[in-house]
Nanobody, 116 residues
Framework: QVQLVESGGGLVQPGGSLRLSCTASGSSIFRMSAINWYRQAPGLQRELVAAITNSGTTDYTDSVKGRFTISRDNAKNTAYLMMNNLRPEDTAVYYC?????????WGRGTQVTVSS
């Protein structure tokens, strides 16, 4: 069983930065898994924000391209989402997702609020 714990959320002013972390425990599959970051704002569906494959290929939704960077450190079983130039519309709960052999694991999420 895989447990995912997100951290790093908080309140930040527009234009500010945050780095989210997602640490996996309970299994040795992290390095063989794809990692995704999703977010869900109130009243909206959960959306895929950024993805990184087990080989390091990355992809982003258009609204965050050039501002967010996803990365991973397999030695620490941790993935990151560096978020720069944050906007009020980035406000949401951010979830880490690990995919291995078509099985999805989810963290509990971390709140990101962008407001002046």
């Amino acid at each position: 069983q895989v447990q995912l714990v997100e951290s790093g959320g908080g309140l930040v002013q527009p234009g500010g930065s945050l780095r989210l972390s997602c640490t996996a425990s309970g299994s040795s599959i992290f390095r063989m898994s794809a990692i995704n970051w999703y977010r869900q704002a109130p009243g909206l569906q959960r959306e895929l924000v950024a993805a990184i494959t087990n080989s390091g290929t990355t992809d982003y939704t258009d609204s965050v391209k050039g501002r967010f960077t996803i990365s991973r450190d397999n030695a620490k079983n941790t993935a990151y989402l560096m978020m720069n130039n944050l906007r009020p519309e980035d406000t949401a709960v951010y979830y880490c997702n690990l995919v291995y052999n078509i099985v999805y694991y989810w963290g509990r999420g971390t709140q990101v609020t962008v407001s002046s």
